[in-house]
């Protein structure tokens, strides 16, 4: 995990003007397709500020090569916006503010964006605090009514609601958790850092690395409210780290990355009571691998068939076959083609990964094998500085966005 920069006083001046700025600028980075940008794949990237990067970068893809269209183009200027979700209608983006001070209070931000359909390019709506230091994941309900966000700092997870317009208002709610694990440099306190939402809507879970908890939520979409269910999470080996969390597409299983063990665990869910059951935990790491290891991200392919998760330290994808009972075994290792994969995303059609190496400051594209599940590095790595998150467009294509709810 990267230890957050507590920016204070700067920081807060930074976020006001990056609210009334929008900038687009496109990077010097070579065209590498002769697709047009209305038929490419739209990707939006997350970084962070503290370097070269002012904000979120736009990119797109020819989906018939992977080849570079355009970008990396600076779309909207942010502070350390390091994670990024849709509003369902594909018109809005938001983004956390990854800071433990705005506006003179403990907490970072959520910012809002409307999205040019033909360009990509961002107009900043309005900001909100987020209710809690270093917000590092949100997410978006499936009505459009409401956004989540897990602050990493503070422990706690926070439900903003959100205009016609989709703009953010204040919280509507905030859910404090407790708790701490066997390491004593990450695991002092709880440390949300990530919420998801189930199939039904009827239930949010937070991946809390710090107290090695998977917690589980009612959530009430039309209020904006959570209450702890009953039971009220799992708990997983101690000094796991739970980290970031992935549905199977039957809704049925969940899948977790943890970060401080470097393993997956994966659990049966039962949506009519809200009640997760591990069973299975691996290894996300080669056999022999003796270096220092942290992992980050996770995800599962379209049809089931396959998860994968990135590794932080031996920079590698693993890749997994899941069985007819979500069961994992591993099929393969693959590098990065970076240093500190810190977030990768697969595309709808399961056809394209993109890979976020922070460490080296770069994005690569990887076509992957649908009858093995491996993905193979496409062209050259692209400059992106310190990216942290990889979101693709909700429309798939450029120039096509569904109208906001009235």
Known sequence: ???????????????????????????????????????????FVGTYTGGKSRGIYRLEIDPATGGLVSGPRLVGVSV?????????????????????????????AVSAFAVDPTTGNLTPLNQQPSEGADPCHL?????????????????????????????????????????????SSRQEGPHAHQVLLDASQRYALCADLGSDRIRVER?????????????????????????????????????AINELRSTVSAFRWDAS????????????????????????????SPDGRFVYASNRGDDSLVIFAADASGKLSPAGWVPTGGRMPRSFAIDPTGRWLI????????????????ETGLPRAVGTPIEVPEPASVLFSPSHRTGTTRELPR
């Open 273 to 300: 009571e809200g009640v997760l059951t591990p069973f299975q935990a691996i290894s996300a790491l080669p056999d022999g691998f003796t270096g220092e290891n942290t992992a980050a991200e996770i995800a599962v």
């Open 80 to 108: 350390n916006p390091s994670f990024l979700a849709f509003h369902p209608s594909g018109q809005v983006l938001y983004a956390v503010n990854e800071v433990a001070n705005f506006r003179d209070a403990t907490t970072g």
């Open 139 to 183: 997410v978006v309900d499936a009505a459009g009514g409401h956004l989540l966000v897990a602050n990493y700092s503070s422990g706690t997870v926070a439900v903003l609601p959100l205009a016609a317009d989709g703009r953010i208002g204040p919280a509507s709610a905030v859910r404090r958790y407790a708790g701490s694990g066997p390491n």
């Open 219 to 255: 959530y009430d979409g039309a209020a904006g409210h959570l209450a702890p269910n009953e039971p009220d999470g799992v708990a997983l080996e101690p000094g796991s780290g739970p980290r970031h969390l992935a549905w199977h597409p039957s809704g049925r299983i969940l899948y």
């Open 1 to 43: 995990m990267r230890r957050r920069p507590q920016l204070r006083a700067f920081v807060c001046a930074i976020l006001t003007l990056a609210c009334a700025c929008g900038v687009s600028r496109e990077a010097a980075s070579p065209k590498t397709s002769t697709a047009t940008a209305g038929d490419a794949l739209r990707i």
């Open 355 to 370: 890979a976020a190496n922070q460490g080296s400051s770069s994005v690569v594209v990887f076509r992957i094998d649908p």
